[in-house]
């Protein structure tokens, strides 16, 4: 109970209003509680970060590893960062905060969203390749550009920068998903998600 509640921590305590952008968010864990998070911060009037993270493993070890994560990006607040050096500080941070090494690990997309401009700057440390659904039947996909962190001391991750247009949505989402939207028994596999994304294109968030 102690963990739920520490996890409910790590997320908005309401959806973010931001001129100009709209959120919608879902969460159900596989057991009471998880590693999975999500955060929005102001960086300025039109600038905004995103972060979203899946920690391996469930339960209490897994929802504690979040709150490691959530701390980190905390303390890069006001370093001007880019999402590549946030995601290079939080696998140095991870490694060098654990006596012993726990083999945990996380994947992490961190965007860097700029509204005037309508870019989005990000690096992906292995979610799922996230989706960017455009008008018509147009779909771009965000592939992992970096390997998870926790793990790997000399892990390198890259920036990426996308033009965004009105009514652009970005679909994010943990390898949870498959089992979600297909079941336990079912091999529901990342293409046929998108399928099924496609298929679902034209409902309202």
């Known amino acids: 109970e102690i963990a739920g509640n520490l996890q409910e921590c790590l997320f908005p305590p ?3 209003s931001i001129a100009g952008a709209a959120f ?3 969460m159900k864990p596989a057991e009471k509680i998880s590693g999975d998070f999500f955060d929005v911060t102001m960086i300025s009037e ?3 970060r995103v972060i979203f ?3 391996s493993g469930h339960g209490v070890p897994a929802a504690l590893y979040s709150a490691m994560i959530k ?3 905390t303390s890069l607040e006001g370093k001007n960062l880019s999402p590549a050096e946030s995601l290079s ?3 140095r941070y991870l490694i060098h905060s654990q006596k012993v090494m726990s083999y945990s690990y996380a994947t992490i997309f961190v965007g860097f969203f700029d509204l005037e401009n309508r ?3 990000y690096s992906n440390a292995g979610i799922p390749a996230p989706v960017i659904l455009r008008g018509g039947s147009e779909r ?3 592939e992992a550009n970096g390997p998870f962190v926790g793990i790997f001391e000399d892990a390198s991750y890259a920036d990426e920068k996308i033009l965004l247009e009105r009514q652009d949505r970005l679909l994010l989402f943990t390898d949870g998903v498959f089992e979600a939207v297909g079941g336990k028994d079912i091999d529901f596999g990342y293409n046929r998600l998108l399928e099924f994304i496609d298929a679902c294109r034209s409902d309202t968030l």
Do not use: Q
Request: glycine share 0%; net charge neutral; aromatic share 8%.
């Open 14 to 16: 309401v959806a973010p």
């Open 24 to 26: 919608s968010l879902r």
């Open 46 to 48: 039109n600038k905004f």
């Open 53 to 55: 993270s899946d920690v």
């Open 71 to 73: 701390s980190a990006m």
């Open 89 to 91: 500080e939080i696998n």
């Open 119 to 121: 870019t989005m700057v």
């Open 140 to 142: 771009f996909v965000l």
